[in-house]
RNA sequence: GUGCCUGUAGCUCAACGGCAGAGCGCUUCACUGUGGAUGAAGAGGUUGAGGGUUCGAAACCGUCCAGGCACCCCA
């Protein structure tokens, strides 16, 4: 074998089984976000760099985006996430359109990091918001269109678990033990890192970013409190809804999810394996003002993001993915040799036009390989055509399945395979 | 960007520094108008690449390439 250009790092190849996947977690995708009354869009794959220095954060921008200077010099980039550009798209049209818009979308991201398990380069991206609503009901509405969604696939909540939690709440727990606001940042991090550190390392970090160890002894409270979200109405309120709508399984509240996004200012949730495998599944929360840094007008929101690689782990993982089928075809017409070609040609198209995808031998083989390629590529009825067949106007239909054969007419050949294959 | 692990037949993997193997798959035959079962035979390799150490390297050493995992960060 001659030397094979080595595909470029971190991307996928989609073989037809991996598409199949891809289609069919598509397809629930589009089933759910439809269920809830959300359209879907999309926006380029290219844009500007300047477009995702407004609000992405830096080291989206500077270490994980893939850019390149078009002809004009200007600096071009594979998009890295979404919500830029759906901030765009609503700010161009936000004096016409009526709100709240619920928006879906599902296409291929780009980010220059070192893949691992549940990450790659190339990724897909479902995407949902609800924009321009502000209300803790949108917020769980949101919520609850994650837990559909793994309703619908068929992962338990033994299985995932959204985690939720609320910046707002957090800034006030923040503000009770009087931690300086300009270490919020830092404090917000170091919540997000207490499972990554031993209890000594963690505690050294605190200590070292400046927390009084009185500080320090009650966030340690406070992250062990599960009832914590008590105190927040918002959180209640989503609790309740959620409860209400019989979801409410599938959610829990974590003190520690914080999400590394700056735009979120309300709730923040994600979702993770609940062995704690891989990283999250999908994350998402409520932001202030969405469309500000772009220009529009203030316009507040919520919405989450899913990754197609953790969500195929997960998949994969807990058995949720039905098995497809290595063809398209229902029907293989056999040639039984080259002077009756013609003829099974004919018996091909009128399969065809009669809307059963037919696969018309193209080899000049033995009618036993023949089968032998039915039966590997996984076509469930096999016809042969020889001369007893033609003499007698009727074709012999084999179903590879039951191993029925059976002599059909050539007038009752339509019907009869539609009925097999109902 | 930092660290660790891996690379042997189409696939999954064996082989103490001493003849490169197994299972599955593939081809042919038993079965010249019928697949999936069974039996028999057969094909298939520059051990990721190119160097070094050694009487001798798939194995040991360093370089490169590719992949995986963790950190960072995030879906």
Redesign the pocket.
């Known amino acids: 074998?001659t030397q094979i250009i080595?595909?470029?790092?971190?991307?996928?190849d989609f073989y037809p089984e991996d598409m199949a996947i891809r289609n069919w977690i598509y397809g629930k995708m589009r089933e759910v976000s439809q269920l809830f009354g959300y359209v879907e869009f999309d926006g380029p794959f290219l844009e500007r760099i300047d477009l995702y220095a407004a609000k992405s954060?830096e080291?989206?921008v500077k270490?994980?985006a893939f850019v390149f200077p078009d002809r004009g010099g200007d600096l071009i980039t594979l998009r890295?996430?979404l919500t830029p550009s759906l901030a765009r798209m609503i700010a161009e049209k936000q004096k016409q359109l009526v709100f709240p818009q619920r928006w879906w979308s599902f296409g291929p991201?780009?980010?220059y990091?070192?893949?691992?398990?549940?990450?790659?380069?190339?990724?897909?991206?479902w995407n949902v918001d609800m924009l321009g609503s502000d209300t803790p009901e949108s917020d769980a509405e949101l919520i609850a269109v994650c837990a559909t969604f793994f309703k619908k696939v068929g992962l338990s909540p033994d299985q995932v678990m959204i985690f939720i939690n609320s910046r707002e709440l957090m800034d006030s727990v923040l503000k009770k033990l009087e931690i300086q606001p300009d270490l919020k940042m830092a404090v917000f991090?170091l919540i997000?890192?207490k499972d990554?550190?031993s209890f000594q390392q963690w505690q050294e970090f605190a200590l070292s970013l400046g927390l009084t160890q009185n500080q320090f002894e009650g966030l340690k409270v406070v992250l062990n409190d599960k009832n914590l979200w008590m105190e927040s109405k918002d959180l209640a309120l989503i609790m309740e809804i959620l409860e209400r709508m019989d979801l409410g399984n599938y959610v829990t509240f974590d003190p520690q999810i914080i999400?590394?996004?700056?735009y979120y200012t309300g709730v923040v949730f994600?979702?993770r394996d609940m062995d704690r495998?891989?990283?999250?599944?999908?994350?998402?929360g409520h932001y202030g003002n969405l469309v500000g840094d772009v220009g529009g007008e203030l316009l507040p929101g919520v919405g989450?993001?899913?990754?197609?690689?953790?969500?195929r782990?997960v998949l994969e993982k807990y058995n949720c993915l039905p098995e497809f089928d290595n063809t398209s075809a229902k029907v293989l017409v056999?040639v039984?040799d080259a002077t009756l070609y013609p003829d099974s040609l004919v018996i091909a198209n009128i399969l065809r036009n009669a809307e059963i995808p037919t696969i018309l031998v193209s080899e000049n083989q033995?009618?036993?390989?023949?089968?032998?390629?039915?039966?590997?590529i996984g076509v469930?009825i096999?016809l042969?055509?020889?001369?007893?067949?033609?003499?007698n106007n009727i074709v012999?239909v084999?179903?590879?399945?039951?191993?029925?054969?059976e002599n059909v007419l050539f007038e009752n050949l339509v019907t009869s395979i539609k009925d097999q294959l109902a």
């Open positions: 074998m080595s595909p470029v790092k971190g991307t996928r954060g080291e989206l270490e994980q890295p996430e991201f780009w980010r990091e070192r893949p691992q398990k549940g990450r790659t380069r190339e990724f897909f991206q991090r997000d890192r990554k550190l999400r590394g996004l700056d994600e979702a495998e891989g990283r999250a599944i999908l994350g998402g989450f993001a899913m990754g197609d690689v953790m969500l782990f056999t039984f033995k009618l036993q390989k023949q089968f032998k390629y039915a039966d590997r469930p096999v042969v055509l020889g001369p007893e067949e033609k003499n012999t084999k179903n590879l399945k039951t191993r029925q054969q």
